[in-house]
């Protein structure tokens, strides 16, 4: 288990839901997907190493769950502005999280 943190530092996460408007591999990657989000007021770019789990094609046009104010970075060269959420369990299979009924993009989770 991760150590406990205080509902003021949990608050601080900026968790919103995206829908995925484009997604395509990272060229010289066999991992990485570059996914260009939707949300509402802005668009952001992510890269995720989903390309194992899912086709880019299966990602366009959903609504999933991202993380926005985490520190932007390069990955094989693509700078990632967010962090899609995904779980993974003991046998190493892979889920995006995902709104269990349709919401606004850009929706606040907390």
């Known amino acids: 288990m991760a150590e406990e943190i205080s509902f003021?530092?949990?608050q601080k996460l900026d968790l919103r839901i995206g829908?995925?408007?484009?997604a395509t591999p990272v060229?010289?990657?066999?991992?990485?997907?570059?996914?260009?989000?939707d949300f509402g007021?802005?668009?952001?770019q992510a890269v995720a190493g989903l390309l194992k789990w899912y086709k880019?094609?299966?990602l366009v046009g959903k609504k999933r769950v991202f993380l926005l104010n985490l520190q932007k970075r390069m990955l094989a060269g693509v700078e990632?502005?967010?962090m899609i959420l995904a779980?993974?369990?003991?046998?190493?299979?892979?889920?995006?999280?995902?709104?269990?009924?349709?919401i606004a993009e850009g929706s606040k989770i907390g």
């Open 8 to 10: 003021a530092e949990f």
């Open 19 to 22: 829908k995925i408007i484009e």
């Open 27 to 37: 060229p010289n990657s066999k991992k990485l997907i570059k996914i260009i989000v």
């Open 41 to 44: 007021s802005e668009k952001r």
């Open 56 to 58: 880019p094609e299966e």
């Open 80 to 82: 990632s502005q967010c």
């Open 87 to 102: 779980a993974e369990d003991n046998e190493g299979n892979v889920t995006v999280l995902q709104p269990e009924k349709d």
